[in-house]
């Protein structure tokens, strides 16, 4: 893969000083078209082999375009906090948003390429590492970016003659450290563990471009050229569907996917008298401050997640359980219809951006899964959108999973019959009314379509690490109980 990038390609001063000029311009005209359109972002990835010119890449890219719409990003050692999450925790959060242009100098591929280089992973795990990767980039190109990613080559005679260079001139020296001359006397193994890397995630959606790095002027032409062509295609293509008739979401598909009655199927007379629900409220409340104070617990994080029908009583069992924790250690995150920051990422990143730290505890009050409920029911995305959704949201479950955050998924269901006297409930009593809108009543109207959409979601996403708990929520009490025992039992068996 790396043989056509050792060619020793060169640009004299003649040819560069003529095609610089236009490729900048035409460079800041699209960089232009991209921040007034915010069609889509792009992410570029700088990668490559040390001593190729990889800062000089990214400091050129910033030079010859505006700044100001371009974040870069150094993706250095992870740092205390970042490896208490999730291992693409600190990418999600540096995504750029639409219209604007993210360059990671160094980046999701850079630690399990280095780990499997020093023998720390084999090729196996190294393997699972890129497909991960490659869900993740699929996700990201799926939801509308651009991502282009460089890697930056030089033979093994080149480099070392480059890193020689570099540290002969004193401008230069300080560019060159102990650690570059470490991997070079590791460069046949990083050549190959590269290449494995390289070939097994260049995609049609996210290919690899193959830059030779040795002479300053080609690997600049030849860069920039890159991201122009790119740019320039993708806008050109977000222009055209633009310019056609659009296709209305109003009627998505709402049948079953696998004709499920999941919730037809929940013994709703199941109820706790007052007296038995506060004992048990007492008890369960006890134990789960006493296991939040574990030592063990410092290890562990949780996340519970809240969904349900509308009046079902998600907010009442949530106050239950942050009645038992220690204000200092959890956070509730309310979920609403994304804000223009959040509609301008992938529909994953709010969530994202709250994953908490070990021994903390976070609680979402709606989730993700609007996704494959609201999104779904209500037209908001493609068909197509939400059905990929399945799969991305247990691709992301299960990262979670990996750090040893305890997910605990509970959807609050009741009857239509109970729905409806909880809202006449709501009308009549003053401190009520205000949880009572027009929307809850056209959501009440499409019941049978979430009911469906329910189904399909419990089937496809209640797995081993992430189980669904249907909560029968006829019974106020009863819910809060289970609630509160499921949450217990998940963190016992953790701990």
């Known amino acids: 893969m790396f043989e056509s990038a050792e060619l020793g390609h060169k640009i004299d001063k003649a040819t560069y000083a003529k095609e610089e000029p236009k490729l900048r311009e035409a460079l800041l005209d699209v ?91 084999d090729n196996q795990s ?37 890193l020689k260079e570099l540290e002969k001139d004193p401008k230069t020296r300080w560019r060159v450290t102990a650690r570059d001359w470490e991997h070079f006397k590791l460069y046949d193994k990083f050549r190959k563990v590269s290449e494995r890397a390289l070939r097994h995630t260049s995609t049609g959606d996210s290919p690899w471009i193959v830059v030779e790095g040795t002479d300053t002027r080609y690997r600049s032409l030849a860069v920039g050229t890159v991201l122009l062509d790119a740019l320039r295609k993708r806008l050109d293509q977000a222009k055209q569907a633009q310019d056609k008739p659009k296709k209305s979401n109003a009627a998505p598909m709402v049948k079953s996917l696998d004709n499920l009655h999941l919730l037809r199927a929940l013994d709703q007379t199941q109820k706790l008298s007052k007296k038995t629900y506060e004992k048990e409220l007492e008890k369960y409340q006890g134990k789960l401050n006493l296991l939040s104070r574990h030592p063990k617990f410092k290890k562990i994080s949780i996340i519970a997640a809240f969904e349900g029908a509308d009046a079902a009583g998600k907010g009442g069992s949530i106050r239950r359980i942050t009645g038992a924790l220690d204000a200092r250690y959890y956070q509730i995150i309310p979920v609403a219809a994304p804000t223009e920051e959040e509609r301008a990422q992938p529909y994953l990143w709010r969530f994202w951006r709250h994953i908490p730290r070990l021994g903390r505890v976070t609680i979402f009050d709606r989730t993700w899964y609007g996704r494959v409920l609201v999104e779904r029911v209500e037209g908001y995305c493609a068909e197509t959108d939400w059905m990929r959704a399945y799969g991305e ?74 189980p669904w708990t249907l909560v029968e929520a006829n019974d106020k009490y009863f819910a809060r109980i289970k609630i509160l025992k499921t949450l217990c039992a998940r963190i016992e068996e953790a701990l």
């Open 31 to 121: 960089q232009f078209e991209l921040a007034q359109t915010k069609k889509f972002p792009v992410i570029i990835l700088v990668s490559g082999v040390d001593g190729a010119g990889k800062g000089e890449i990214v400091n050129l890219l910033n030079e010859w375009m505006d700044p100001r719409h371009i974040q870069t990003h150094a993706m250095g050692q992870p740092t205390e906090g970042e490896l208490e999450r999730p291992e693409m925790w600190r990418f999600w959060r540096a995504l750029p948003p639409k219209g604007k242009i993210g360059i990671f100098f160094g980046s999701w591929y850079t630690w399990p390429v280095l780990h499997r280089v020093f023998g720390d992973s």
């Open 126 to 162: 190294l393997d699972h590492s890129l497909e991960n990767i490659l869900r993740f980039e699929k996700m990201l190109t799926d939801e509308g970016a651009l991502i282009l990613k460089v890697w930056m080559h030089l033979s093994k005679d080149r480099q070392k003659t480059r």
């Open 393 to 466: 949201i247990n691709d992301f479950e299960e990262q979670l999973a990996s750090r040893k955050i305890i997910l605990a998924k509970f959807w609050l269901a009741t009857s239509k019959e109970e729905q409806l006297r909880r809202f006449k409930e709501r009308e009549k009593i003053g401190f009520k009314r205000f949880k009572l809108t027009e929307e809850d009543w056209r959501n009440r109207k499409k019941w049978d379509d979430y009911e469906r959409a329910v189904c399909d979601m419990v089937d496809r996403t209640s797995t081993g690490i992430a």
